[in-house]
């Protein structure tokens, strides 16, 4: 069994940072593949970037150059750096971990981030 934990939500005006973390709680870390999604209000969730065991990354367009994501697989914990923040990044941010094994994946329950003057 899996618990994923998010910390580092907040409020932060435009052109801020904040820096996500997400504690994966269980055993074979290095064997997921961990994501960053979001949701803003009325719309669907998505794929914001994503972290393979072998630390290859990728992201969606719209926060490429802004956002880095990172894994440190000593402490079982993913990163997402989030630098020139927009309103339009105002969204729940979710954690999830996919088994590259057997696809079976885990949410943490998502933290708030708003984007605001």
């Known amino acids: 069994q899996v618990e994923l934990a998010e910390s580092g939500g907040g409020l932060v005006q435009p052109g801020g940072s904040l820096r996500l973390s997400c504690a994966f709680l269980?055993?074979?870390?290095?064997?997921?593949?961990m994501g960053w999604y979001r949701q803003a209000p009325g719309k669907q969730r998505e794929l914001v970037a994503r972290?393979?065991?072998?630390?290859?990354?990728d992201y969606t367009d719209s926060v490429k150059g802004r956002f880095t994501i990172s894994r440190d697989n000593g402490k079982n914990t993913v990163y997402l750096q989030m630098n020139s923040l927009k309103p339009d990044d105002t969204a729940v941010y979710y954690c999830?971990?996919?088994?590259?094994?057997?696809?079976?994946?885990?949410w943490g329950q998502g933290t708030q981030v708003t984007v605001s003057s």
């Open positions: 999830n971990a996919e088994d590259f094994r057997d696809r079976s994946g885990y």
């Open positions: 269980g055993n074979f870390f290095s064997y997921y593949v």
């Open positions: 972290i393979t065991p072998g630390s290859s990354s």
